[in-house]
């Protein structure tokens, strides 16, 4: 049962070159999300996902784009790379239904931008 | 807007009480929640609380919320040195029902032997 999976777990960047992160979940889950963590400020929404084909702002998406084409991956683009996005990029999943709450999460990706 | 508050740090000698304190902003908050970080992994949920609800216990953890302040407390008893993580504080939004929690800073608990 591998749950939330996310790839690439490491890439260092230079300043304006493009990339997507991908995130798999095997959980059936509706809902997916997008956090980024930086030191002292916690886990910030970058954006998230209700379903297949739908995609909302989180409360950090400037810079980023996201696509649920198919119900388990979501996507995290980056089209022009900054300094400012350097940071530790977690997806998560949940249930749509009995919400308590509980998210799942992968391991995290660590993105350098130089 | 919403804003969850947390200190950073904590450390506490092996076998001692831990208490983690958090402070959110939201009333209208249907769960709050515990997660804790390990070194190298993603958030797993730790426990949560109903928002009617003034205590939870489970096993080592209590969980204490007092909706008057506002503020939400985890203890854990007989701290061990797998206890030894990240501890982020979140509350629903509960404006709308997209899941979407907003999560303090997270507070590092450095259990000493």
């Known amino acids: 049962n591998a749950g939330v999976t996310q790839t690439p777990k490491f890439r260092v960047l230079k300043t304006g070159q493009s990339m997507t992160l991908l995130c798999a979940q095997d959980?059936?889950?509706?809902?997916m999300y997008w956090y980024r963590q930086d030191p002292g400020m916690g886990l910030r929404l970058i954006h998230y996902s209700v379903g297949e084909g739908t995609t909302a702002k989180g409360e950090v998406p400037d810079g980023y784009n996201v696509s649920r084409l198919k119900k388990q991956n979501f996507l995290l683009g980056l089209e022009s790379a900054a300094p400012s996005q350097t940071s530790v990029y977690f997806c998560a999943s949940s249930y749509s239904s009995a919400w308590s709450g509980e998210l799942f999460f992968g391991e995290g990706s660590r993105l350098t931008v130089l | 807007g919403e804003d969850v508050e947390q200190s950073l740090f904590l450390s506490v000698r092996e076998g001692d009480s831990s208490v983690i304190n958090c402070t959110y902003t939201d009333s209208s908050s249907t769960y709050l929640y515990w997660y804790k970080q390990e070194p190298g992994a993603g958030l797993q949920l730790l426990t949560y609380i109903f928002s009617n609800m003034d205590m939870k216990q489970d096993q080592r953890l209590t969980v204490l919320l007092n909706k008057k302040d506002k503020h939400l407390s985890l203890r854990i008893a007989d701290t061990q040195t797998g206890d030894s993580a990240i501890y982020f504080c979140?509350?629903?939004?509960?404006?709308?029902?997209?899941?979407?929690?907003?999560f303090g800073q997270g507070t590092t608990l450095q259990v000493k032997p």
């Open positions: 959980m059936n889950h509706e809902y």
């Open positions: 979140a509350e629903s939004t509960g404006s709308s029902n997209t899941g979407k929690l907003i």
